[in-house]
């Protein structure tokens, strides 16, 4: 039995230490050929090709196997030759590959943290769908007791890291024994579409897959967790949009979406939940998504932040790519590994067009 001794205005939830795992393929470069031999203009292609150039990302990762002679999954024996595959089998690599990869972040996290005695298991996950749950799947491999609770925030998108480390953060606060391990998972890359128009090009140029586990307790190690604050901003529910479809989930990633972010980090009641009770000039660090150059690009702007700012995602955008919701997790993972980084803001973005965040401290 859980044992509720300390007050619950005492009690804060931290963040003690992040594990990551990406797989060993890298497609990025693979892609982006892949991406021009199919746009009929030439000066469409040359537009793609700045746009890559421009993207800030050099690497992204897939669970899919490379092909016959070391090739990447578009080209012969690839998973993605001579024609895309449909959902089911997708989906069949997901229900592999997503707990594969999500114990790896996990044993990342094990070598920082010991995993003993944990109570509550939350998952988050978009890229795929399979029952028994991811949540179950891992909660097995990993031998934990059936009496876990276990939860799954499904089809969130690049924000549920925000929502799986917010509900670890509610669950500590009203059982402080409570030993909350957060798992994101997303295997991006299955979800390859026959595109030869530039904004959906550009929008798979984006993602890759990757996966992180985190360890939430109210042990006043790493930082800690408070004012989590969600905003939907309106007339834009159709900026970012997951569409499932025979071969796969289709993204719907609008141009328009980092003016739209732009815009809305300026507009005072966004400011204020950011910000809150802390003066900007007190916050060192900012864990923003990184969704894209030009999403970050938004974000600095309208929030007038100093040149530099958001290096650890950018960082993650260059060596990772959009890994959806792991990718903010691989933010706070560098952020924890800063001693510098003491008073921050988590800030990810997501379908709706919603924008999550939550504050966090350094702990002493």
């Not at 690599?93 to 920082?112: D, F, M, S, T, V």
């Not at 026959?194 to 993602?207: H, K, N, S, V, Y």
């Amino acid at each position: 039995m859980r044992r509720h001794d300390r007050s619950r205005q005492t009690i804060q939830a931290h963040l003690n230490a992040i594990g990551t795992a990406v797989p060993a393929h890298d497609v990025h470069s693979a892609f982006i050929g892949w991406a021009e031999a199919r746009i009929p203009d030439e000066r469409h292609r040359a537009l793609f090709r700045r746009m890559a150039e421009r993207s800030g990302i050099g690497h992204r990762w897939s669970v899919l196997p490379e092909a016959q002679g070391g090739g990447s999954p578009v080209e012969p024996g690839g998973f993605y030759h001579p024609t895309l595959p449909g959902t089911a089998a997708r989906m069949q690599i997901y229900a592999r590959e997503a707990p594969n990869l999500a114990l790896a972040a996990i044993a990342g996290l094990r070598e920082k943290v010991d995993l003993s005695g944990i109570t509550h298991l939350v998952v988050a996950s978009c890229t795929g769908f399979v029952a028994p749950g991811i949540d179950q799947l891992i909660a097995a491999e990993l031998g934990l007791s059936g009496d876990v609770e276990r939860t799954l925030v499904g089809f969130m998108g690049c924000y549920a890291a925000v929502s799986a480390l917010r509900l670890a953060h509610h669950l500590v606060r009203s059982e402080p024994e409570a030993r909350v391990l957060v798992v994101t998972v997303e295997l991006s890359t299955l979800h390859l579409q026959e595109e030869d128009r530039i904004e959906p090009l550009l929008a798979m140029l984006q993602f890759g897959d990757g996966a992180a586990a985190a360890l939430v307790t109210a042990e006043p190690s790493g930082f800690a967790l408070s004012r989590p604050f969600a905003a939907t901003l309106p007339d834009s529910d159709q900026l970012i949009r997951w569409d499932i479809g025979d071969q796969g989930f289709v993204m719907q990633l609008s141009g328009e979406v980092p003016g739209r972010i732009l815009a809305a980090l300026r507009e005072p009641s966004v400011r204020a939940a950011l910000f809150a009770d802390t003066p900007p000039g007190e916050i060192d660090s900012w864990a923003v998504h990184a969704g894209g150059r030009s999403v970050l690009d938004a974000v600095e702007a309208g929030l007038e932040l100093p040149q530099g700012a958001l290096a650890e995602s950018r960082d993650v955008l260059a060596r990772y790519g959009n890994m959806s919701s792991s990718t903010l997790m691989f933010v706070l993972a560098e952020m924890l590994g800063h001693e510098e980084r003491h008073e921050g803001v988590a800030l990810a973005f997501g379908p709706g067009l919603a924008a999550e965040g939550f504050h966090f401290r350094r702990a002493p």
